[in-house]
C-alpha cells in the first residue's frame, strides 16, 4: 500500500467500473441471447453483481481517499484529468452513500415485480392491475428524496438522477416554451392538409432491413472491429466494455421504423465510442448525462437522418431494394411522408413535433404525482384529460395511453424530460457544427459523415462525464441550454410554406 | 434470502456459495460472450472485467470467514450437505494456496493470449503467439510452486480438472492405448474409405443438427446454438445452456461436434435443481464430462442404430451429395480410420494419438525439456512419428487448439480418458437397458437419456470422479473395454 492515493483510488474505481460493466453484459445478454429458462438465474446473478459493485462504491475506503485527496484536486487545474475525475467520483459518491443499500434493494425488487406486472397489465389495458405497483414505486421515490437535503421542488431530486444539476423550474420553463409554440405550430401543419405517408406501410423483409440499417451504420462509422447491432422487440445501445458498442434495433416487416431505431441508436452509441480511452475504467467514461445522450440519439435519427440531403443520398438506395414499393414515389414524396407531422397516442411512434408534448404530459403528471396533487388512481383520468388538451387526442384504452412505457414501472421517475431536452440541445450543438464546418448538405448528399462525426467527437464524446451536463453544452455550444435554436429548426423545416 | 451473523453456520455458508456461484455465472456469460458475440475490439476491457471478476470470486470464497465456517461445520446431516461441504473444503484448501493476484493475472493473461493466439492462427504466426505462452508457462509455474508437497509438477494441473488423478495413472493408460492403436491405425492406413464429397450447405447442415437435437432432447427454451470456430458448451445458470458448434460447407464435422456439445449440455442440464447456485452444481470432472460428449457424438452419434434412423432424413438435405452412397458406405466413412492434422476433426482412434502428443510436449514444456521457440518443430516431428502426417504449418499444427492460449494445462488428457470412460459406462448401459442399436433405429434416444441422468448427470459434483465411476460400473479406470471396442469397431 505504498501507492500514490490518486492510484489507489483509480484502482478501486476500476475494479467498481469491471463489476458494472459485467452487469451490463448480463443485461444485454438478457434482452439478446439467453434462453427464457435462463432468467431465474440471472435475476440472482445480477442481484448479487449490482450489490456487489454498489458495497465496492460506497466502501469507507474510498471516501477517506477522497478526504485525502482534497489537497491534490484544488492543486490541479480544474479541466486537469486528476481534479475531475475527483470531483466526479465525490460527487456520485455523496449521492450513493446519502441512500441505504435496503432502500436500493427494496427499489430494485419493487422494480422487478412492477415491471412484471407492467407487460399482462398494457396487454390487457388493465391499469387496475398495475396501480398497486406504481402506487410503492411511487412511495419509494419519496423515501428515496427524504434521503438527500430538502430540494427546492421535490422532483430535482428525481431529475438530477438522470441530468444532474438540472432544476425543475429550469426544465418548465423550456417546455413552457415548446408547448407555447408547438401546439399552435401543430395545428397550423394540420390546417395545411394531409401529406401521404400510405407506401410507408408495407412488406418490408426485415433481412434487408436489416442489410440497409447496417449499410447506413457504416457510412456514419459503425464498424465490424468495435460495433455490433441485434434485433429486440425495444430496440437500445449499451458499452459492455471500452470499445465494445452494442446497438439493438426492431425490425417490423411492415415499416422502416428500425431504420431510423438503427441511426438513433448509432448516436448513442457514436457518443460511448468517443469518450476519451483515457477515460476507461473510471467514472468519467460514459456520456455525461441522459438529455446529452439523447441529444445525440436524436442528432442522428433526425438532424441527418431526416434531412433532404441524407435522402437524396440514400433514397435510390431504398428504391433499389424496394422497388414494388417505392418504384412510384418521388424523392422528395418520400422525405415529406418521413417528416410528417401528426398528432398520435404512442410516444415512440411520434414525429419530431409532437414527441415533445408526449413528454410534457408526462413531466407534468410526474410532478403531480410525486407531490401528492395527484392520485395513481386518478392517473389514466388525468393522463387521457391531458392528451386531448395537448394533442387533440382521444386515447380509446390504456394500454394506448397510461401504460404504453414501461419507465415508470422500472421506477424511473424523472428520466422522460431528458428526451425532450435532448432534441432541444441537438439543434445548439448542431448549429455550433454547422458555424464550424459550413454547410453540411453536399457531403450528406455524397453519403459523406465523417467531418460530422469528427467535430462531435472532438468537441462533446472525448469530454464524457467530466464537466456537469451544463458545463458540458456551455462548452460545446458557448450558452446555456435554450430551446431557441430548435424552435427555429422545428418551425423552418416544417411550417407550412404560405401559397 | 437474508442471511445473518445470527443464522446457523451452514446456512451462511450457502449464502457466501450462492454469491460465488452468481459471480461464476456473471464470469460464464463474459466467457460466452467473448468467444460468441463480442466484437473484437472488445478484448482488453473484457480481460480487464474477467480479472476483476475473478479475483473477487476468489478472495471472498478464500475468505477466514468461509474457513471458520467449514471448521464448524466439521460434520453435517444429509447425504447431499455432507457433499456439499466436502467439496467446498477441497476447493476452499486449494483455493487459500493461490494468491489472489496470481488469479487475476492469470485471468487477464487469458484474455489477452487468447485474442493474441486468433490473430496468430489466422496468419499461422507463431512467433506473435510464443510470448503469451512463454507468459503462461511462467504463470502456470508459479502456480504450480503454490503446491510444494506435490512432488510430480504436472500432477497439481491435473487435479485442476481430474480429481484424485496422477500423472503415473495417465501414463499407464495411455502406454496401453498406444501400445494397441500404432498397430491398429498402421493395419487400416490402405484401407480404400468411401469419402464423402459435398458441398453440404450450411443451413442444411444446421437444419440437421437441430433434426438430431430436437430428438435428443433439446428445447429452445433451456438452450441455444451458435456457430462458433472453437465448438464448445456452457451452462450459466439453471435453464440456460449454451452449445455452439462449427459449419464448414466441406464436411459433415459440425452434425458430430454438434452432438459432442449436446453431451456435455445435457449433462450440466439434467443436474439435480436443488444443488442450484451451490459447488455440487456442474459436472463432477472433465473426463467424465467428455465420456458423455463422446457418448453422445461416438457412441450414439456414429452408430449403425442412429444412422438407420437418421440416414434417410439426412439424404433428403443433402440428395445431390449423399443420393448415391447407401448407409453402409456413409457409417464407414464417418468413422474410417483416417490419420490427420486436426484434433478436433479426428476419429475415434487417431484421437488418442493427438492426445498423447500433447500430454507429453505439456510436461517437456513445463520442465523446460522443450523451450517454447522449439516448440512447432518438436511438434512436427512428433507428428509425423506418431501419425505418420506433415504439418504444413504451425495453424495446421501447434497452434490448432486454444487450450493453451487460455492457460489450460492438464487438460488435454481428460479428453482421452473421457474416451475410455465412455465407453466403461455405456457397456453398463447396455448391460441394463439392451437393444440401445434398435432403440436408436425408431429414432428413440430417452431410455438412453433417462438412464444417464439417473446413473451420472443428476449427481453433479456429489461424488468425486472415481466414486462415481465406481459407483456406475462397478470398477476403476480400465482402458480395456475402450480398445475392445475399437478393435470390434474396426476389425
Not at chain 2, 474416451?419 to 442399436?437: F, K, M, P, T, Y
Amino acid at each position: 500500500m505504498t501507492k500514490r492515493p490518486f492510484d489507489r483510488l483509480r484502482k478501486r474505481l476500476a475494479e467498481v467500473s469491471d463489476l458494472t460493466k459485467a452487469a451490463t453484459l448480463l443485461v444485454w445478454d438478457q434482452r439478446v441471447m439467453m434462453p427464457p429458462g435462463g432468467s431465474a438465474a440471472r435475476a440472482d446473478a445480477l442481484g448479487t453483481l449490482s450489490r456487489l459493485a454498489q458495497e465496492c462504491f460506497v466502501a469507507p475506503e474510498i471516501g477517506g481517499l477522497l478526504e485525502e485527496l482534497r489537497g491534490l484536486e484544488e492543486s490541479c487545474d480544474y479541466d486537469s484529468f486528476e481534479a475531475s475525475l475527483i470531483r466526479v467520483t465525490r460527487r456520485d459518491y455523496e449521492k450513493a452513500t446519502r441512500v441505504p443499500p435496503e432502500l436500493v434493494g427494496e427499489m430494485r425488487r419493487a422494480a422487478a415485480l412492477a415491471l412484471a406486472a407492467w407487460g399482462p397489465a398494457k396487454e390487457d389495458s388493465d391499469f387496475e392491475a398495475f396501480r398497486p405497483h406504481l402506487e410503492t414505486n411511487v412511495e419509494l421515490r419519496h423515501r428515496y428524496v427524504d434521503c438527500f437535503d430538502p430540494p427546492q421542488e421535490t422532483y430535482d431530486v428525481l431529475l438530477d438522477d438522470y441530468e444532474p444539476d438540472m432544476k425543475t423550474a429550469e426544465v418548465r420553463q423550456i417546455f413552457d416554451g415548446l408547448k407555447e409554440q408547438l401546439v399552435p405550430l401543430i395545428q397550423e401543419i394540420g390546417q395545411a392538409g394531409e401529406i401521404d405517408d400510405s407506401f410507408l406501410t408495407g412488406s418490408f423483409d426485415p433481412h434487408e432491413q436489416r442489410e440497409l440499417g447496417l449499410e447506413i451504420a457504416r457510412r456514419f462509422g459503425y464498424t465490424d472491429e468495435e460495433w455490433r447491432l441485434d434485433q429486440t422487440p425495444h430496440p437500445f445501445m449499451t458499452t459492455p466494455g471500452f470499445g465494445d458498442i452494442r446497438l439493438t434495433s426492431n425490425l417490423r416487416p411492415d415499416d422502416l421504423s428500425s431504420l431510423f431505431a438503427t441511426m438513433h441508436e448509432f448516436g448513442h452509441g457514436a457518443y460511448e465510442w468517443g469518450v476519451d480511452p483515457g477515460f476507461a475504467r473510471t467514472p468519467l467514461g460514459s456520456g455525461v448525462s441522459l438529455g446529452v445522450h439523447e441529444s445525440q440519439s436524436r442528432t442522428w435519427e433526425n438532424l441527418v437522418g431526416r434531412s433532404r440531403s441524407f435522402w437524396r443520398y440514400f433514397y435510390p438506395r431504398l428504391q433499389e431494394v424496394f422497388p414494388d414499393e417505392f418504384g412510384a414515389v418521388d424523392e422528395e414524396m418520400f422525405y415529406r411522408a418521413v417528416n410528417k407531422v401528426h398528432p398520435s397516442l404512442i410516444r415512440i411512434d411520434a414525429d419530431e413535433v409532437t414527441y415533445n408534448l408526449h413528454i410534457i404530459v408526462r413531466f407534468e403528471l410526474e410532478q403531480e404525482l410525486i407531490e401528492g396533487r395527484l392520485a395513481v388512481k386518478d392517473l389514466p383520468a388525468a393522463w387521457n384529460a391531458r392528451m386531448h388538451e395537448y394533442l387533440g387526442v382521444e386515447v380509446p384504452s390504456d394500454a394506448h395511453g397510461v401504460l404504453q412505457d414501461m419507465h415508470w414501472a422500472a421506477g424511473s421517475l424523472g428520466y422522460f424530460p431528458t428526451y425532450a431536452l435532448g432534441n432541444v440541445i441537438s439543434v445548439q450543438i448542431w448549429e455550433r457544427a454547422l458555424e464550424d464546418l459550413g454547410d453540411l448538405d453536399d457531403r450528406f448528399e455524397r453519403g459523406e459523415f465523417g467531418d460530422l462525426l469528427e467535430w462531435l467527437h472532438l468537441h462533446l464524446y472525448v469530454l464524457g462525464r467530466k464537466f456537469t451536463p451544463q458545463e458540458t453544452i456551455e462548452r460545446v455550444t458557448g450558452s446555456r441550454i435554450d430551446a431557441e435554436p430548435y424552435l427555429r429548426y422545428l418551425r423552418e423545416k416544417l411550417a407550412p410554406q404560405p401559397a | 434470502m437474508s442471511v445473518t451473523v445470527d443464522s446457523p453456520p451452514l446456512e451462511r455458508l450457502k449464502a457466501i456459495l450462492a454469491e460465488l456461484a452468481d459471480l461464476r455465472h456473471a464470469e460464464t456469460i463474459l466467457d460466452w460472450d467473448s468467444r460468441v458475440s463480442m466484437p473484437p475490439a472488445g478484448a482488453h476491457a473484457r480481460a480487464d472485467a474477467s480479472a476483476t471478476l475473478t479475483r473477487f470470486m476468489h478472495e471472498r470464497f478464500v475468505s477466514d470467514e468461509v474457513g471458520e465456517l467449514l471448521a464448524t461445520l466439521e460434520s453435517v446431516d444429509g447425504e447431499t450437505d455432507t457433499a456439499l461441504i466436502r467439496v467446498t473444503r477441497r476447493e476452499w484448501e486449494r483455493a487459500r494456496r493461490v494468491p489472489s493476484e496470481l488469479v487475476a493475472e492469470m485471468a487477464h493473461a487469458a484474455g489477452v493470449a487468447v485474442a493474441a493466439w486468433d490473430v496468430a492462427k489466422a496468419a499461422s504466426d507463431f512467433a506473435s503467439f510464443s510470448p503469451h505462452l512463454e507468459r503462461q508457462l511462467e504463470l502456470k509455474q508459479r502456480y504450480i510452486a503454490c503446491f510444494p508437497e506435490t512432488e510430480t509438477a504436472y500432477d497439481v494441473l491435473l487435479e485442476d480438472y481430474e480429481e484424485g488423478m496422477t500423472t503415473a495413472e495417465v501414463v499407464a493408460v495411455f502406454d496401453r492405448l498406444k501400445q494397441e492403436l500404432v498397430p491398429l491405425i498402421e493395419q487400416h492406413r490402405a484401407d480404400d474409405d468411401v469419402l464423402l464429397k459435398g458441398p453440404f450447405p450450411v443451413e442444411r447442415q444446421q437444419e440437421a443438427g437441430r433434426l438430431v437435437l430436437d430428438a435428443f432432447g433439446y428445447d429452445s427454451t433451456n438452450w441455444r446454438i451458435d456457430e462458433t470456430p472453437h465448438p464448445f458448451a456452457s451452462k450459466t445458470g439453471a435453464g440456460d445452456i449454451r452449445l455452439t458448434t462449427h459449419t464448414d460447407e466441406n464436411d459433415l464435422t459440425s452434425l458430430f461436434s454438434t452432438m459432442h456439445e449436446f453431451g456435455h449440455g445435457v449433462y450440466e442440464f439434467e443436474i439435480d435443481d436443488a444443488f442450484a447456485r451451490t459447488p455440487l452444481d456442474r459436472g463432477t470432472s472433465s473426463a467424465i464430462h467428455e465420456s458423455q460428449s463422446r457418448t453422445w457424438e461416438n457412441l450414439v452419434g456414429r452408430s449403425h442404430g442412429f444412422w438407420r434412423w437418421f440416414y434417410p432424413q439426412l439424404q433428403l438435405l443433402f440428395p445431390e451429395a449423399l443420393g448415391k452412397v447407401n448407409e453402409e458406405s456413409f457409417v464407414r466413412a464417418v468413422s474410417a480410420i483416417r490419420p490427420g492434422l486436426i484434433r478436433g476433426d479426428a476419429d475415434e482412434v487417431t484421437y488418442a494419438l493427438h492426445i498423447i502428443l500433447r500430454f507429453e510436449l505439456e510436461q517437456e514444456l513445463l520442465s523446460g525439456a522443450v523451450a517454447v521457440r522449439d516448440l512447432p518443430e518438436t511438434w512436427n516431428v512428433r507428428m509425423k512419428e506418431y501419425l505418420g502426417v506433415d504439418v504444413p504449418d504451425d495453424a495446421h499444427g501447434v497452434l490448432q487448439d486454444m487450450h493453451w492460449s487460455v492457460g489450460f494445462f492438464g487438460y488435454f488428457p481428460t479428453y482421452q480418458l473421457g474416451n475410455v470412460i465412455s465407453v466403461q459406462i455405456w457397456e453398463r448401459a447396455r448391460a441394463d437397458l439392451g437393444g440401445l442399436e434398435e432403440q436408436f433405429a425408431r429414432g428413440e434416444f430417452s431410455p438412453l437419456r433417462d438412464w444417464l441422468r439417473d446413473e451420472i448427470y443428476r449427481h453433479g459434483s456429489k461424488y468425486p470422479p472415481r466414486e462415481l465411476l465406481r459407483r456406475v460400473t462397478g470398477s476403476e479406470l480400465d482402458p480395456e473395454p475402450y480398445l475392445e471396442y475399437l478393435r470390434t469397431k474396426f476389425a
